[in-house]
RNA sequence: GCCGCUGUGGUGAAAUUGGUAUACACGUAAGUUUUAGGAACUUAUGGAGCAAUCCGUGGGGGUUCAAGUCCCUCCAGCGGCACCA
């Protein structure tokens, strides 16, 4: 049979075998169903292996979905074959722009688009043998599970943490429509090529900042990669230092404005008297209200909307700034210091103005320079403080100091400042989640709010809840409603307020006319929580049930890319200690994920990143059509470490199919009768060398898959079928040229062995080659109901006793170079350190002859012996 | 710009975490076997040298009996950066 075959066979068999990977409730007491208990099956310990979901985007599985499902399989095959209770589950992130943008195009509908999408993933993930538990599949479309996407969205609500903002959104004047930051290109709108500008929209705002310390102190509870962690902590980078105001100065004012002071942060309030001028950034409620009045102004800023972030913050990049007409006074000195308005301020960061001290920062410096403004240096070489209040203090001193100081004179306090920004969760688009909201105008009028727990705060902050209700839970889900076309309105607003049944409504809190909200959850709603929907997948009352969690949570291993190091990740365990919070979850788990790896990236044969438009995208699928499927996942596993960057080249696609060939040798010769008979699928041992390597290489592989480390795993699989070949054996029973003794030297359960560790690697080869031996065994043509799949079997475990080495060779060096080698018996060096033993190991050294040799005419000065690894002569 | 990562043969990469650098695989060469579809098997394969030996993990410096591994510095490349998911 050629590989096609085998593979259409078992898939087939595996699909019918609905219990061959299902995730088992059994160890949940309310969820006991007597009927599935097997066993031990109670007594097994919990896994939870997670892949991120992809995106079913209608260009298929690519070969970065391959290569991270297949280390994930790898794992939950090992995991299971070990006795594990396994949950590895997939689904579907489908909400997004892709499939909106081509609906609009092909003017088809979002959900059937969806549909097509889902299918045709599923089925190339069965073909490439993903032991997915499909019982619990979930997609983020489905109303049934969208359901709780909105749900938890109120439950924000409720707690305040969820607000209505003006925020900048990239606006294409000529599409009239919102812009996301990949379809600006190089400041101009991807489709029209106009001039893209920023707008402010009011959107809905989730205040993840709340949650700050709390997620940074929560990685403390986890064992994710320290890449990752260190993503996190930068990504949320918590800054301390202490905000300050200075009052404006009423002395030569050429410009009249409503505030008297302005308000910064730094981290560096120990050089207040450093600071020479202020800068705001052109977003600033100053800016904006001197623009009104000042020409110059207002041209700076209009200007300065054209441009990125990350254009703004380039530090090569000239730094332009315009006067503003005003002064501030610096509260240590009372000088007066001029206020600019420049773009290398940042809006978003602190309170988006800063206090400028040249002498101590390079882009204040660079600033100064170009403008010709004062620099006073605080700090002298030594770095001590010169500055009146503070004299003669280090840094760190001085900026407590500094901080007292401002708070006694009651112009500010010690604060802390982040670069994580609150969560803007409105999207003017169709294909999204409904924000589940009503907006009451009679309720508004009135002052009437939902939220009780913003009452506490402030009058300005109370009324942008005035009028916002939550759609009744009863009501959920408030399904997204079917729309002629699905491109935003004129004026940007999501298709949705196209549709006047879908807008009105009435209000929950008075019962008169109101609107509904149109805007959409951004795509991360419905990922931050999507791992606690497979544990409980068909919950019609509750997101999840408490014992389900208790057992299954948290997520034991969870893989995904680099790029959801951040946001992804950030918000899906902000979500999840959100709710925990709430009482939902049980108590003990504040984590979701214990443990987060990110599998690699799959460059394509150019060293580039795999694009369409550079034509250099691999097709997992069609290689698999031509070689075999378990030839591609273990080729993929081959290349190179999984959480690496590689280049996909076939090189060394021929090796690992030469190497699996050897299995499929190996079902000739089960095949045949006559050759059968020379295997003779012995009972008995004959090569204790074999069984040495065998038991080696098992020790070996099992570390390896426990470490993501599949290359080196395969690596040794291949060393260990090339030692069993060198084994000489007994010619007279050998047919000529029989290219693969290792079926020769093994006894038939240690050839099983073998075959079980590599199920993992190529579920097919292995499945096959199992029900052969089974045939056999059991002189059967066919196998019977009593088959158990070798991906049901047990992974093998390691004899201790053939792992000890009988001869040990020790390296001996002079001078860390090595020059000879030393042979001994185990017993002699033994178990433990022994000094006699040492002094023994050394002196049989300086007898080699040519260690001998190399010490001549010299003197030893020191002299190492390393246990069991090297001795070393350092000799001059 | 900010943050993170990587650099080892002709190629993809190993290295028990400070202890024999180059496992495994590709490629190449020679040989065996008259061998259909990217064949199999054996041997060799970091560089220089007849050899003893010397030199070798991006460059330079350091710590150490011992450095691919740790520290400093420089160079090159890659990834992420909040409305793509």
Same mark, same amino acid.
């Given at each position: 049979?050629?590989?096609?075959?085998?593979?259409?066979?078992?898939?087939?068999?595996?699909?019918?075998?609905?219990?061959?990977?299902?995730?088992?409730?059994? %160890?949940?007491?309310?969820?006991?169903?007597?009927?599935?208990?097997? %066993?031990?099956?109670?007594?097994?310990?919990?896994?939870?292996?997670?892949?991120?979901?992809?995106?079913?985007?209608?260009?298929?599985?690519?070969?970065?979905?391959?290569?991270?499902?297949?280390?994930?399989?790898? +794992?939950?095959?090992?995991?299971?074959?070990?006795?594990?209770?396994?949950?590895?589950?997939?689904?579907?992130?489908?909400?997004?722009?892709?499939?909106?943008?081509?609906?609009?195009?092909?003017?088809?509908?979002?959900?059937?688009?969806?549909?097509?999408?889902?299918?045709? @993933?599923?089925?190339?993930?069965?073909?490439?043998?993903?032991? @997915?538990?499909?019982?619990?599949?979930?997609?983020?479309?489905?109303?049934?599970?969208?359901?709780?996407?909105?749900?938890?969205?109120?439950?924000?609500?409720?707690?305040?943490?969820?607000?209505?903002?003006?925020?900048?959104?990239?606006?294409?004047?000529?599409?009239?429509?919102?812009?996301?930051?990949?379809?600006?290109?190089?400041?101009?709108?991807?489709?029209?090529?106009?001039?893209?500008?920023?707008?402010?929209?009011?959107?809905?705002?989730?205040?993840?900042?709340?949650?700050?310390?709390?997620?940074?102190?929560?990685?403390?509870?986890?064992?994710? !990669?320290?890449?990752?962690?260190?993503?996190?902590?930068?990504?949320?980078?918590?800054?301390?230092?202490?905000?300050?105001?200075?009052?404006?100065?009423?002395?030569?004012?050429?410009?009249?404005?409503?505030?008297?002071?302005?308000?910064?942060?730094?981290?560096?309030?120990?050089?207040?008297?450093?600071?020479?001028?202020?800068?705001?950034?052109?977003?600033?409620?100053?800016?904006?209200?001197?623009?009104?009045?000042?020409?110059?102004?207002?041209?700076?800023?209009?200007?300065? $909307?054209?441009?990125?972030?990350?254009?703004?913050?380039?530090?090569?990049?000239?730094?332009?700034?315009? @006067?503003?007409?005003?002064?501030?006074?610096?509260?240590?000195?009372?000088?007066?210091?001029?206020?600019?308005?420049?773009?290398?301020?940042?809006?978003?960061?602190?309170?988006?103005?800063?206090?400028?001290?040249?002498?101590?920062?390079?882009?204040?410096?660079?600033?100064?320079?170009?403008?010709?403004?004062?620099?006073?240096?605080? +700090?002298?070489?030594?770095? !001590?403080?010169?500055?009146?209040?503070?004299?003669?203090?280090?840094?760190?001193?001085?900026?407590?100091?500094?901080?007292?100081?401002?708070?006694?004179?009651?112009?500010?306090?010690?604060?802390?400042?982040?670069?994580?920004?609150?969560?803007?969760?409105?999207?003017?688009?169709?294909?999204?989640?409904?924000?589940?909201?009503?907006?009451?105008?009679?309720?508004?009028?009135?002052?009437?709010?939902?939220?009780?727990?913003?009452?506490?705060?402030?009058?300005?902050?109370?009324?942008?809840?005035?009028?916002?209700?939550?759609?009744?839970?009863?009501?959920?889900?408030?399904?997204?409603?079917?729309?002629?076309?699905?491109?935003?309105?004129?004026?940007?607003?999501?298709?949705?307020?196209?549709?006047?049944?879908?807008?009105?409504?009435?209000?929950?809190?008075?019962?008169?006319?109101?609107?509904?909200?149109?805007?959409?959850?951004?795509?991360?709603?419905?990922?931050?929580?999507?791992?606690?929907?497979?544990?409980?997948?068909?919950?019609?009352?509750?997101?999840?049930?408490?014992?389900?969690?208790?057992?299954?949570?948290?997520?034991?291993?969870?893989?995904?890319?680099?790029?959801?190091?951040?946001?992804?990740?950030?918000?899906? $365990?902000?979500?999840?200690?959100?709710?925990?919070?709430?009482?939902?979850?049980?108590?003990?788990?504040?984590?979701?994920?214990?443990?987060?790896?990110?599998?690699?990236?799959?460059?394509?044969?150019?060293?580039?990143?795999?694009?369409?438009?550079?034509?250099?995208?691999?097709?997992?699928?069609?290689?698999?059509?031509?070689?075999?499927?378990?030839?591609? $996942?273990?080729?993929?596993?081959?290349?190179?470490?999984?959480?690496?960057?590689?280049?996909?080249?076939?090189?060394?696609?021929?090796?690992?199919?030469?190497?699996?060939?050897?299995?499929?040798?190996?079902?000739?010769?089960?095949?045949?009768?006559?050759?059968?008979?020379?295997?003779?699928?012995?009972?008995?041992?004959?090569?204790?060398?074999?069984?040495?390597?065998?038991?080696?290489? !098992?020790?070996?592989?099992?570390?390896?898959?426990?470490?993501?480390?599949?290359?080196?795993?395969?690596?040794?699989?291949?060393?260990?079928?090339?030692?069993?070949?060198?084994?000489?054996?007994?010619?007279?029973?050998?047919?000529?040229?029989?290219?693969?003794?290792?079926?020769?030297?093994?006894?038939?359960?240690?050839?099983?062995?073998?075959?079980?560790?590599?199920?993992?690697?190529?579920?097919?080869?292995?499945?096959?080659?199992?029900?052969?031996?089974?045939?056999?065994?059991?002189?059967?043509?066919?196998?019977?109901?009593?088959?158990?799949?070798?991906?049901?079997?047990?992974?093998?475990?390691?004899?201790?006793?053939?792992?000890?080495?009988?001869?040990?060779?020790?390296?001996?060096?002079?001078?860390?170079?090595?020059?000879?080698?030393?042979?001994?018996?185990?017993?002699?060096?033994?178990?433990?350190?022994?000094?006699?033993?040492?002094?023994?190991?050394?002196?049989?050294?300086?007898?080699?002859?040519?260690?001998?040799?190399?010490?001549?005419?010299?003197?030893?000065?020191?002299?190492?012996?390393?246990?069991?690894?090297?001795?070393?002569?350092?000799?001059?």
């Amino acid at each position: 049979m050629d590989f096609k075959e085998i593979e259409g066979k078992w898939q087939k068999i595996w699909d019918e075998n609905k219990n061959l990977y299902k995730a088992d409730d059994v %160890g949940v007491d309310s969820h006991i169903d007597l009927g599935r208990i097997q %066993g031990s099956a109670r007594t097994k310990p919990k896994m939870y292996v997670l892949n991120e979901f992809p995106y079913p985007s209608g260009s298929g599985l690519h070969v970065g979905h391959a290569f991270s499902f297949t280390g994930g399989d790898i +794992y939950a095959r090992f995991k299971r074959m070990q006795g594990y209770n396994v949950l590895f589950p997939m689904g579907w992130d489908a909400f997004g722009l892709p499939t909106e943008n081509y609906a609009i195009k092909m003017k088809r509908k979002p959900q059937e688009v969806t549909k097509e999408n889902t299918d045709m @993933f599923r089925s190339q993930m069965k073909k490439l043998a993903f032991s @997915f538990d499909w019982s619990r599949e979930v997609n983020t479309t489905d109303p049934d599970y969208y359901k709780w996407t909105q749900w938890i969205f109120i439950k924000l609500f409720e707690a305040g943490l969820a607000y209505k903002k003006e925020m900048p959104i990239n606006w294409c004047p000529s599409c009239k429509t919102g812009l996301a930051n990949e379809e600006v290109i190089d400041g101009k709108c991807e489709r029209c090529h106009a001039e893209v500008s920023r707008r402010n929209i009011s959107q809905w705002v989730v205040k993840i900042t709340d949650y700050a310390d709390r997620l940074v102190d929560g990685l403390k509870d986890t064992d994710f !990669i320290d890449k990752v962690k260190t993503a996190q902590i930068n990504w949320i980078g918590k800054s301390e230092g202490a905000k300050i105001k200075f009052e404006i100065s009423s002395r030569d004012v050429i410009n009249h404005v409503s505030t008297k002071y302005l308000e910064i942060f730094t981290t560096r309030p120990d050089t207040l008297y450093g600071a020479t001028f202020m800068v705001i950034s052109p977003e600033h409620d100053l800016s904006l209200e001197l623009a009104k009045s000042n020409e110059e102004i207002k041209k700076y800023l209009i200007e300065t $909307r054209k441009k990125s972030e990350m254009e703004r913050t380039d530090l090569n990049k000239d730094k332009i700034g315009v @006067f503003s007409g005003l002064y501030a006074v610096n509260p240590v000195n009372n000088k007066e210091i001029p206020i600019w308005i420049s773009d290398f301020v940042l809006a978003s960061y602190g309170t988006g103005a800063i206090m400028s001290v040249p002498a101590h920062d390079d882009r204040d410096k660079e600033f100064a320079v170009k403008y010709n403004l004062p620099i006073i240096n605080v +700090y002298d070489d030594e770095k !001590i403080i010169n500055s009146p209040l503070w004299n003669g203090l280090n840094k760190n001193e001085a900026i407590k100091k500094a901080i007292e100081w401002i708070k006694s004179e009651g112009i500010g306090e010690g604060t802390n400042s982040y670069h994580l920004r609150d969560w803007i969760f409105s999207r003017q688009h169709y294909w999204g989640e409904p924000i589940p909201m009503i907006f009451c105008e009679e309720c508004a009028k009135n002052h009437k709010l939902q939220n009780s727990n913003i009452k506490h705060q402030n009058e300005e902050e109370k009324k942008k809840y005035y009028g916002w209700f939550t759609v009744p839970e009863d009501q959920l889900p408030l399904v997204l409603p079917e729309v002629e076309a699905y491109e935003p309105t004129d004026d940007g607003l999501s298709p949705l307020s196209r549709i006047p049944e879908f807008v009105n409504c009435q209000c929950p809190n008075c019962g008169s006319d109101a609107k509904r909200e149109t805007d959409t959850m951004p795509n991360w709603a419905g990922s931050d929580w999507y791992f606690l929907r497979y544990i409980d997948p068909f919950n019609k009352d509750k997101l999840i049930d408490f014992d389900l969690l208790k057992y299954w949570g948290p997520v034991d291993v969870y893989i995904g890319g680099d790029e959801h190091n951040t946001l992804h990740l950030l918000y899906s $365990r902000f979500i999840y200690q959100f709710l925990y919070d709430q009482g939902l979850f049980p108590k003990g788990l504040p984590e979701p994920y214990k443990m987060r790896t990110s599998h690699g990236v799959i460059l394509g044969p150019d060293n580039q990143r795999m694009s369409k438009s550079r034509g250099n995208v691999i097709v997992p699928e069609s290689v698999a059509d031509k070689h075999g499927v378990d030839v591609v $996942r273990m080729y993929m596993m081959f290349m190179g470490p999984f959480e690496g960057t590689m280049s996909w080249n076939e090189n060394t696609l021929m090796g690992v199919k030469r190497f699996l060939s050897k299995f499929n040798i190996a079902l000739e010769y089960l095949d045949n009768e006559a050759k059968l008979s020379i295997l003779a699928l012995s009972t008995e041992d004959k090569y204790p060398e074999a069984i040495v390597l065998l038991n080696k290489t !098992i020790a070996k592989v099992s570390k390896d898959i426990e470490e993501f480390g599949y290359n080196t795993a395969i690596a040794s699989l291949m060393e260990l079928l090339n030692e069993l070949h060198k084994i000489r054996i007994d010619e007279s029973v050998i047919p000529l040229n029989v290219g693969h003794r290792w079926l020769m030297v093994l006894s038939r359960d240690n050839i099983k062995k073998i075959v079980k560790m590599l199920a993992p690697f190529a579920p097919y080869t292995a499945e096959e080659l199992w029900s052969y031996i089974y045939k056999k065994e059991n002189h059967l043509e066919e196998i019977d109901s009593r088959y158990v799949s070798v991906h049901s079997e047990s992974w093998p475990g390691v004899e201790e006793k053939y792992l000890i080495e009988e001869n040990m060779t020790i390296p001996i060096a002079i001078n860390g170079k090595v020059r000879d080698q030393l042979k001994l018996q185990t017993s002699l060096h033994g178990g433990q350190a022994n000094f006699k033993h040492q002094n023994e190991i050394i002196e049989m050294a300086k007898q080699l002859p040519n260690i001998k040799k190399w010490l001549e005419g010299k003197t030893i000065v020191k002299e190492i012996y390393v246990e069991g690894k090297m001795v070393n002569l350092a000799v001059v």
